[in-house]
């Protein structure tokens, strides 16, 4: 068998932590657990990984990668690759949110594991920066998502971007919860879209 570079053990134990996570609870996800599930020696762990709060933060990223990755050119698997992506601010706005709100029902259960990071990170000692770094992560890619969005719209925001991320932030964060309780598509949607017009209300063209 070729000998594994630590980087694809890396690779191994995050999404071995996924999956425990998934599984059994974030609190059940012990460095020998996780192990176990990679099929990876005990040593592996420490190998990679300086302590448990890092494997964290890497799971968190990698959670975000799959699904909270704002893409404002993304359009549906079904279109035609020569299809132009929309670059009306309107169009643009609500198809960047349903490409996130995709992301959201794709993945429930990764998300119910952050939700729960969050707050085993915060309850435990010395984690609480793992909480502090996750929902810095959510900022920043949604200031990312907002100035995408005005570049290829061509448009410009009357809000402070990191004002407004955080309002988005926060609808977001509530809506995807609200939704992981409920699955109540038919509302989520209708919240998202309401959530596109204030968007839609606080844009203006670039040259005004």
């Known amino acids: 068998m070729a000998r594994q570079s630590a980087d694809e053990r890396r690779e191994q134990l995050v999404e071995a932590a996924i999956r425990v996570m998934i599984r059994d609870g974030v609190a059940k996800a012990t460095t020998r657990a996780i192990v176990g599930e990679a099929g990876l020696p005990l040593g592996a762990f420490h190998y990679c990984f300086r302590s448990k709060r890092e494997l964290l933060h890497s799971v968190i990223e990698r959670i975000m990668l799959n699904s909270l990755a704002f893409t404002p050119t993304h359009t549906p698997e079904d279109t035609p690759e020569d299809t132009p992506a929309p670059t009306d601010a309107p169009t643009l706005i609500r198809s960047t949110l349903h490409a996130y709100w995709e992301g959201i029902r794709a993945r429930p259960s990764e998300h119910l594991v952050t939700y729960e990071l969050t707050q085993y990170a915060l309850r435990e000692p010395g984690l609480a920066d793992v909480a502090r770094r996750q929902y810095q992560h959510y900022l920043q890619a949604n200031i990312d998502h907002l100035t995408a969005v005005a570049d290829q719209a061509n448009i410009r925001w009357t809000v402070d971007i990191p004002v407004l991320a955080r309002v988005g932030l926060s609808l977001l964060d509530g809506l995807t919860l609200n939704w992981l309780?409920?699955?109540?598509?038919?509302?989520?949607?209708?919240?998202?879209?309401?959530?596109?017009?204030?968007?839609?209300?606080?844009?203006?063209?670039?040259?005004?």
């Open 181 to 208: 309780i409920d699955r109540d598509d038919t509302q989520a949607l209708a919240a998202l879209d309401t959530y596109a017009d204030q968007l839609i209300s606080v844009s203006a063209p670039a040259s005004s």
